[in-house]
Every structure is written in C-alpha cells, then in structure tokens.
C-alpha cells in the first residue's frame, strides 16, 4: 500500500493506492503543478494487473508530461487517446485500454475543470451543505486507446472553502460482499456520508482516506482486493 499526502496550488491532497496481489498495478494517480497558481490531476485505471499493466501506466504517465501545458480537460484526453492509440499499441497487439479522469485546478478562483474516459464519476463534498454528490452528469467518451480522433467533452465547477472531491478507480466501487453483492456507485457515496458523519469536523484528510479504505473492506469482508484500487482525496484548503 502506498499512502501520500502533499499540498499543492491550494490545494491539499491524500491519496492511497492499492495494487491488486502485487507490488505493481495498473492504477496511475498523478498531480502536477503547472505553475501559476494552477494544478493538474490525474487518475488512470489501465486493464490488467501486475508488471504489464503498470508498463501501460507508465507509458501513460510520460505521455502526459509531454501535454502538460495543455491546459483544457477534453483536449489533454483528446491528445493523450490520438498519441496512445496511433502510437502506442503495439503493432499486432491487444488493445492496452485505460479509462482516466483529469481535472485543472485554478488555485486564484477555484476553478475545477475536468472530464472523464469510462472512468467513475468523482464525488464532492459540498462543505457549506454538508453532503456529497456525484460530479459529470452527461460527460461521455470512450477509454483511451480504443479508437483515434474520439472527442470529449468537459464540465468545471467552482470549489469553495472546505470543498472535498473523491477521485477514485473503478477497483473501489466494483468491490463485492461475500454475498456477492456489488458496492456500486450508490453504495459507496452512502459509504462515503456515514464515514463523513461519524467524523469531526472539519476532518483530517488521510484520516478520511484511511477511513473509506477501511469501510471499503469491511463491505468486501477481506482485507485483499481482487482489482488495483484508487482512493484521492482533495480539498481546497482554507
């Protein structure tokens, strides 16, 4: 298990990650400052497990180096699926798919600018209405590496003071109960306002994080997950 928590662009930052059964996995989470009070956010989920998927995570995570100053949302996926799709499969292959989500940060107004790959849909804590909610309603597209020249399309909202954004792979909301029930999308926000409840406020991020993760397997009923699993928790700090 890898666990960090950085501060950056006004923002603060905890996240844990999670590979399935080895040491290596196939999530990718990446923050970048990108200077000017602005800030970058990246979370992939490559398909597969172990060594070769985190092959095609790394390769993800240079190409993104080489976009880092493009500073829309759905033009960096758009450029990240044409540079993985054209040249980044092997000849002959298997297609390398990996759904992703990235988001811009504006630390000056607040702004949060972002869009999604068949990646799950982030959740945000509303701090003044003490609730969360699912973010992205009716952003589509594809995974990157199925099909060149798809289009994306983004959505921004404005983070106030205190303002926290669940940025999470799908290894976290496809977890089953040993009744073989699936912990879905619904089932973990419900996770997410209990864990919120039972917690003093203004809670301490990775208390949170860890909090989630530890929910998180009490539904699974083990302590190992069968899927790499993501959890970044982000706040706009006061």
């Not at 990235?102 to 000056?108: E, F, V």
Request: with cysteine; aromatic share 8%.
């Amino acid at each position: 298990m890898a666990h960090r928590n950085v501060e950056f662009a006004g923002l603060e930052a905890s996240v844990i990650e999670l590979p399935a059964g080895d040491i290596e996995g196939g999530d990718l989470c990446a923050l970048f400052s990108c200077g000017g009070g602005h800030a970058r956010v990246v979370v992939a989920d490559c398909v597969g497990h172990g060594f070769e998927a985190s092959k095609v995570a790394n390769h993800v995570h240079r190409i993104l180096h080489d976009f880092r100053e493009l500073r829309h949302s759905s033009r960096l996926l758009e450029a990240l699926n044409d540079e993985f799709t054209l040249r980044g499969q092997e000849q002959g292959g298997p297609l390398r798919l990996t759904t992703l989500v990235t988001a811009t940060y504006d630390g000056n107004s607040g702004e949060f600018n972002f869009a999604y790959a068949a990646h799950p849909r982030m959740l945000l804590w509303q701090d003044r209405e003490s609730r969360w909610c699912p973010i992205g309603e009716g952003l589509v597209g594809l995974p990157i590496g199925f099909i060149a020249g798809e289009s994306y399309t983004e959505q921004s909202i404005r983070l106030q003071e205190g303002d926290i954004v669940l940025v999470f792979s799908d290894g976290v909301t496809d977890v089953f109960s040993s009744q073989d029930q699936q912990l879905g999308p619904e089932g973990f926000r419900s996770l997410a306002e209990k864990t919120m409840a039972a917690r003093t406020q203004p809670v301490v991020l990775d208390e949170l994080v860890q909090a989630l993760i530890e929910k998180i397997r009490e539904f699974h009923g083990v302590q190992e997950f069968e899927d790499d699993l993501t959890l970044l928790a982000l706040r706009r700090r006061v």
